[in-house]
């Protein structure tokens, strides 16, 4: 075989495992533990379980997201927290997700921000169908909820990306109480970090 042919195969054959490769990272379920030691976590939240779900880029309509559950199995949660990207393109692909979470939900209380790509999809859409099933949003704004007797504060920051994050409207109504931050685009950290 001539030495172009070989190459312009191992050309093609990279491509496809390099589309292959991208195309199951987003659509492979992958949980990880990370254990976080905070200094000022109160003392009664020590062992605080938080689900921590983003980018999960839904392309569906269908219910494509049991392998969800199945991962997650029994596990029991303090919390659980949303990131966005929940969809990729289009409002009616957060179906799926939202029967998820209306399984996930039981008595955990579940909270949200938007990725770039919920937004572009319809982001008013996508925050509705959440709150339809519990879920509720944190755009710039900030809650305390309970946990084992304790009020914790929650702070959401809209998507940097998307130019919709507000960290004073954030953070307007917090106290120097300890505080969980949610956002979607990680470099709205330093403009948090201080927080």
Not at 14 to 29: E, K, L, N, Q
Not at 58 to 65: A, D, F, I, K, L
Not at 146 to 154: M, N, P
């Amino acid at each position: 075989m001539p030495l172009h042919k070989i190459a312009s195969l191992v050309i093609i054959g990279t491509a496809i495992i390099f589309a292959g490769i991208t195309y199951a990272s987003t659509h492979w379920v992958q949980v990880t533990e990370v254990r976080v030691k905070i200094t000022e976590l109160p003392t009664d939240l020590d062992g605080l379980r938080i689900l921590h779900l983003t980018d999960w880029h839904n392309r569906s309509t269908s219910q494509t997201h049991i392998d969800v559950l199945a991962a997650i199995g029994e596990e029991q949660f303090d919390l659980i927290c949303l990131t966005g990207d929940l969809v990729e393109s289009q409002v009616s692909q957060i179906e799926p997700v939202t029967q998820v979470l209306a399984q996930l939900r039981r008595e955990t209380p579940i909270l949200s921000v938007m990725g770039n790509h919920d937004w572009s999809a319809g982001g008013p859409q996508v925050i509705q169908a959440l709150e339809d099933v519990g879920v509720e949003s944190l755009e710039n704004a900030s809650t305390s909820i309970e946990i084992r007797g304790v009020s914790l504060t929650l702070v959401g920051v809209s998507d940097f990306y998307s130019r919709r994050s507000d960290v004073d409207a954030a953070f307007s109504e917090v106290d120097d109480a300890f505080k969980l931050v949610l956002t979607h685009d990680p470099r709205i950290f330093p403009l948090v970090a201080d927080r």
